[in-house]
Every structure is written in structure tokens, then in C-alpha cells.
């Protein structure tokens, strides 16, 4: 390696690149936010229905009640992080919204 050279950092699944890294506008970063709530919602709305999926299969087949009342517990839970997640990035998208008027206001 020259002397001027950083070496890079390689993770699991991408690289950091931080010279490659491009900032983002405020329009890019209301899309951003906006498309991982709406990704959130479709999270919590998929897992809630796994969860009373998983309910009625407890009551259907006693044989395997316990295994299915923990699949159920299991998929609740992600339900709520998953409307955690959406309900954090509603708020993202409200500041990155305050953010776009005031850049497009500023001018």
C-alpha cells in the first residue's frame, strides 16, 4: 500500500465507503423516511396477522397449543416493534419534512 492509502473496511454483507458517500437532499431524505414507515406499517400489519393466524391454530390443535401460543407471543412482539419502528420514522419523516420547507424557503 502507497502512503496516501487508507485501507478500506469491509463488513459482512457491504462495504464503507466514506469518500463514496454522497449526502442526501431534503427531498431524498423525506423519500427515505417515508418509504421505512410505510415499510414499518406493512411489517406491523403482516406480523399482527401472523400473531391471531398463529391464535387460532392454539385453538384448532391442542395437541400443539404451547408451540403455537409462543409463535403467537413471538410474532406479537414484532408487531409492536414494527409499529415502534413505523411510529419513529413518522417522525423522522415530519422532521425531514420541516427540514424540506425551510430549505426551500431559505432561498
Not at 463514496?20 to 406491523?44: D, F, I, S
Request: overall charge neutral; glycine content about 8%.
Amino acid at each position: 500500500m502507497a502512503d496516501g492509502e487508507e485501507k478500506k473496511h469491509h463488513h459482512l454483507f457491504h462495504r464503507h465507503d466514506k469518500e463514496e458517500k454522497q449526502p442526501r437532499t431534503p427531498e431524498q431524505e423525506l423519500k427515505h423516511h417515508k418509504n421505512l414507515e410505510h415499510l414499518g406499517e406493512a411489517a406491523g400489519v403482516s406480523a399482527g396477522a401472523y400473531a391471531l393466524y398463529e391464535k387460532h391454530k392454539a385453538k384448532k390443535d391442542p395437541e400443539n397449543a404451547h408451540r403455537h401460543k409462543i409463535s403467537e407471543e413471538v410474532a406479537a412482539v414484532a408487531a409492536l416493534g414494527a409499529g415502534g419502528f413505523a411510529f419513529h420514522e413518522h417522525h423522522q419523516k415530519k422532521d425531514a419534512k420541516h427540514d424540506l420547507k425551510e430549505h426551500s424557503s431559505g432561498y
